[in-house]
């Protein structure tokens, strides 16, 4: 069975935008069922099945999709390292890209308006935006790194199983 190596980000992007995030659900169901394909044999573990991420985090605030995003981003870091790539992505790559700027964005938020009265409200105020689009593309870049991450897995197991 051949898996799929042309995940595109921009694809991805445009795609998930049209369908209102249904394309983005099927991309990451694949990539979960993909996973499994190749790295299953060794590590003895399944990642769970996407679409039921979702539905359960409909009931659950979401906390199903971080736990299910962290363990398939190490799942893949370690996959990546077992096959010997130099691509740096792991659990870590998710929890940095995710949500990293978020507390720093926040606190200068926070400050600037304690302060708007002051000197520095200006400077804290663009601080605060700088990190907030830092928040804002932090996502996707995680996806970038994931779906290079994916195809150079899918491109490995395509030659060597």
Known sequence: ???????????YVLLNLVTCGIWGIICLYQ????INTIASRYDNKKTMNYLLVVLLS??????????????ISARVGCELQRRNYDYKFNASTYWIYNFVFIVPA????FIAGLMSSSEAYSVLV?????LSLLVSLGPYIYFYKLFKAMNLLSESY????
């Open 1 to 11: 069975m051949q898996l799929s190596t042309d995940r595109n980000f921009l694809k």
């Open 106 to 109: 926040f606190i200068f938020g």
């Open 58 to 71: 409909l009931v659950t605030c979401g906390i199903p999709m971080i736990v299910w995003s962290h363990r």
């Open 126 to 130: 663009a601080i605060s935006y700088i």
């Open 31 to 34: 990539i979960s069922e993909d």
């Open 158 to 161: 395509n030659v060597y199983g």
